[in-house]
């Protein structure tokens, strides 16, 4: 069965510095796409960046890049430059292909950051 | 543009009573899928709707059902309320069955007491 694992339950980090968030995966798959949301207080999950399977470089976006390391089945999330803004819940998540053509997303249980002044 | 609305933000219900809970998709968008997030956890995938008939589903009882308009909004109504329904319903919509990126909205919290 597909898992995705976060192993930090929560973070803290300095604004202005970078941190890295963990996210380990196990697929049987050949094609999966991976996910980091960010969900602050109030609710909303808002996607931050995608690496698919067979994508050769580590995606980017802005302040976020994925460091995809597909030996390792791991996905960690880099933010650089932590802003007080950047405080909340991180997942990782990866998309399950269903029959049909039809994909769900499955989440590990996230990470609480935390950036202090 | 708007994005993924859903309504109401808050909820409270007392235990076997049903709920009805609503879903606008981000403009352009076609398919909707609900999640549950108990506190504390991840969201987990309840159904996905697509052309106005349920697609997937994912380990959740009978008791959740749900329903898509043709103008592509969605309702998941859940029956017999549990304590353990207590939860951040979540709904997401994207282009196509196959999109691979989910817009989320900001949930509806459900309490059931």
């Known amino acids: 069965a597909q898992k995705i694992t976060q192993t930090q339950p929560g973070m803290f980090v300095q604004e202005k510095e970078a941190v890295t968030l963990d996210c380990t995966y196990d697929?049987?798959?050949?094609?999966?796409?991976l996910f980091w949301y960010k969900q602050p207080s109030s609710g909303e999950m808002i996607f931050l960046i995608y690496?698919?399977?067979?994508?050769?470089q580590n995606a980017t976006e802005g302040r976020y890049s994925l460091n995809f390391q597909k030996a390792r089945k791991s996905a960690n999330l880099v933010i650089s430059a932590s802003q007080l803004g950047d405080s909340a819940m991180y997942f990782c998540a990866m998309r399950e292909s269903l029959s049909g053509g039809y994909n769900k997303l499955i989440f590990g249980a996230g990470t609480r950051l935390a950036v202090h002044p | 543009d708007a994005g993924v609305t859903q309504s109401p933000t808050h909820l409270i219900k007392t235990r076997g009573q049903q709920v009805t809970l609503r879903c606008s998709p981000k403009s352009g968008h076609d398919t909707v899928s609900w999640y549950q997030q108990a506190l504390g956890q991840g969201p987990q995938f309840i159904f996905q709707?697509?052309?106005?008939?349920?697609?997937q589903r994912g380990n959740f009882p009978d008791r959740f059902s749900g329903h898509q308009f043709p103008n592509y909004s969605s309702e998941l109504n859940v029956n017999a309320l549990l304590l353990g329904d207590s939860a951040l319903y979540l709904c997401?919509?994207?282009?196509?069955?196959?999109?691979?990126?989910?817009?989320f909205g900001s949930g509806t919290q459900l309490s059931v007491l």
């Open positions: 697929t049987s798959d050949q094609s999966y796409g």
């Open positions: 997401a919509s994207s282009l196509g069955v196959g999109g691979e990126k989910l817009f």
């Open positions: 690496q698919g399977s067979y994508d050769e």
């Open positions: 709707y697509y052309e106005e008939e349920e697609r």
